[in-house]
C-alpha cells in the first residue's frame, strides 16, 4: 500500500476539487454501495467503465498524467453524505476476486474531513485533501462515513499499472 499526500499540484487540485463540489456535477444516487440494496447509500458519477469514457473524465487528467496506467478498468467519482456516527460499509473489492488480473486500486480523496478507508488487516487511511493512496486490488477495504462534513467526496480509480520507466526508456523512438 501507498499512500501519497499532495498527489496533484495545487493548481490541478482546485480546479478537479470546485468542480466537483459544484452544482456542476452530476451525482446519481445508488441503492447500495458495495453491492445493490445492501442497507446503504451513495450518490455516484461514473467517469469512465468498460472502454466507455464519460464527459467528465477531463477533470482526473492530472491523476491520470501522474497514475501513467497501462489499463484502466473503471473510473468512479462517490459522494457520501454525513451520518451521526461513523459507517463502516462492509469488506469489499471492486471488482471480482475471481477475476484473473493483477490490478490496483486508487482512492483519491477531494476533500478533508474524519471518514477513511478501512483495510481487513486493520488499517485505516484517513480521508485529507489531494491525498492518494494505492494498494493491490485484490485487498479488501471498505469506505467508513464521516461525521465532521456534510460531504465526502473521493474518486476511485481501478487500472493495470503502467509499464516501468526503464522499459519505455529502452523503446523510445
Given at each position: 500500500?501507498?499512500?501519497?499526500?499532495?498527489?496533484?499540484?495545487?493548481?490541478?487540485?482546485?480546479?478537479?476539487?470546485?468542480?466537483?463540489?459544484?452544482?456542476?456535477?452530476?451525482?446519481?444516487?445508488?441503492?447500495?454501495?458495495?453491492?445493490p440494496?445492501?442497507?446503504?447509500?451513495?450518490?455516484?458519477?461514473?467517469?469512465?467503465?468498460?472502454?466507455?469514457?464519460?464527459?467528465?473524465?477531463?477533470?482526473?487528467?492530472?491523476?491520470?498524467d501522474?497514475?501513467?496506467?497501462?489499463?484502466?478498468?473503471?473510473?468512479k467519482?462517490?459522494?457520501?453524505?454525513k451520518?451521526?456516527?461513523?459507517?463502516?460499509?462492509?469488506?469489499?473489492?471492486?471488482?471480482?476476486?475471481?477475476?484473473?488480473?493483477?490490478w490496483?486500486?486508487?482512492?483519491?480523496?477531494?476533500?478533508?474531513?474524519?471518514?477513511?478507508?478501512?483495510?481487513?488487516?486493520?488499517?485505516?487511511?484517513?480521508?485529507?485533501?489531494?491525498?492518494?493512496?494505492?494498494?493491490?486490488?485484490?485487498?479488501?477495504?471498505?469506505?467508513?462515513?464521516?461525521?465532521?462534513?456534510?460531504?465526502?467526496?473521493?474518486?476511485?480509480?481501478?487500472?493495470?499499472?503502467?509499464?516501468?520507466?526503464?522499459?519505455?526508456?529502452?523503446?523510445?523512438?
Amino acid at each position: 500500500m501507498e499512500v501519497i499526500d499532495n498527489f496533484i499540484d495545487e493548481k490541478d487540485f482546485n480546479k478537479l476539487s470546485e468542480f466537483i463540489r459544484s452544482e456542476h456535477m452530476d451525482w446519481y444516487s445508488q441503492e447500495g454501495v458495495n453491492i445493490p440494496n445492501d442497507g446503504h447509500m451513495q450518490f455516484s458519477h461514473v467517469m469512465y467503465d468498460k472502454g466507455v469514457a464519460g464527459e467528465k473524465i477531463a477533470l482526473v487528467g492530472a491523476i491520470m498524467d501522474k497514475l501513467r496506467p497501462f489499463f484502466v478498468m473503471r473510473i468512479k467519482a462517490n459522494l457520501v453524505l454525513k451520518t451521526e456516527k461513523h459507517v463502516v460499509h462492509g469488506m469489499h473489492v471492486d471488482f471480482p476476486e475471481e477475476l484473473d488480473l493483477k490490478w490496483l486500486t486508487g482512492i483519491y480523496y477531494v476533500n478533508t474531513n474524519n471518514g477513511y478507508t478501512l483495510f481487513e488487516n486493520g488499517e485505516k487511511v484517513n480521508s485529507v485533501a489531494n491525498r492518494m493512496v494505492i494498494f493491490n486490488g485484490k485487498e479488501k477495504h471498505s469506505s467508513v462515513t464521516q461525521t465532521d462534513t456534510l460531504r465526502r467526496f473521493v474518486i476511485n480509480f481501478n487500472f493495470i499499472e503502467g509499464l516501468p520507466e526503464e522499459v519505455l526508456e529502452k523503446y523510445k523512438y
